[in-house]
């Protein structure tokens, strides 16, 4: 059985940082692309970030680029979102999502989500 | 940037009702079109890709269909479980990949 689970979401304040980690098992980790998906209270989802299977290939929204890092590591199946220069608009439940096949776009697999306030 | 626009904001039916969403694109994404569902305090959870493709799992009472800009998720007969919200989702030309802002659907 396919299981993501995300951990380092809390409370921190603007312009601070933040390390988010999610954890991948019941599958082969490094034959999927893996992405960040986040949702504001309330709001509807929005894509993040999302990284190929090699870590080739990355790609972030431009309401994240230049303050958000995804990564990845093979060997301990987990995928990671470092944020910096955290600002309240980033403040969501944010998940870590495998693509369907290799690197289809879709989402299929689902953490639980971690969620992130930017506050002071 | 893909803009998606789903109708209505808001659906009132009964179970047992035909359930008809809607998504439109700016722009063509061809078939490149996914759906989730998402009920309070859950993931989302996908049903279609591929505009016409049931998720493994997917009961078939949840179809969808178009191509282009418009495209249609139908749940033919609701259960009480299918009230939640409905998402569509694009992968045509990503990055970035973009979400509708969803469709609630309760119990009238």
């Known amino acids: 059985e396919v299981q993501l689970v995300e951990s380092g979401g809390g409370l921190v304040k603007p312009g601070g940082s933040l390390r988010l980690s999610c954890a991948a098992s019941?599958?082969?980790?490094?034959?999927?692309?893996m992405n960040w998906v986040r949702q504001a209270p309330g709001k509807g989802l929005e894509w993040v970030s999302s990284?190929?299977?090699?870590?080739?290939?990355?790609y972030y929204a431009d309401s994240v680029k230049g303050r958000f890092t995804i990564s990845r590591d093979n060997a301990k199946n987990s995928l990671y979102l470092q944020m910096n220069s955290l600002r309240a608009e980033d403040t969501a439940v944010y998940y870590c999502?495998?693509?369907?096949?290799?690197?289809?776009?879709?989402?299929?697999?689902w953490g639980q989500g971690t969620l992130v306030t930017v506050s002071s | 940037e893909i803009v998606l626009t789903q109708s209505p904001a808001t659906l009132s039916l009964s179970p047992g009702e035909r359930a008809t969403l809607s998504c439109r694109a700016s722009?063509?994404?061809?078939?490149?079109l996914a759906w989730y569902q998402q009920k309070p305090g859950q993931a989302p959870r996908l049903l279609i890709y591929?505009?016409?493709n049931r998720a493994t799992g997917i009961p078939a009472r949840f179809s969808g269909s178009g191509s282009g800009t418009d495209f249609t998720l139908t749940i033919s007969s609701l259960e009480p479980e299918d009230f939640a919200v409905y998402y569509c989702?694009?992968?045509?030309?990503?990055?970035?990949?973009?979400f509708g802002q969803g469709t609630r659907l309760e119990i009238k």
């Open positions: 722009q063509s994404v061809s078939t490149y």
């Open positions: 989702q694009q992968r045509s030309n990503w990055p970035p990949i973009t």
């Open positions: 999502a495998r693509d369907r096949t290799g690197s289809s776009g879709y989402y299929p697999n």
């Open positions: 591929d505009a016409s």
């Open positions: 990284i190929s299977t090699s870590s080739s290939y990355i």
């Open positions: 019941g599958f082969t980790f490094s034959s999927y692309s």
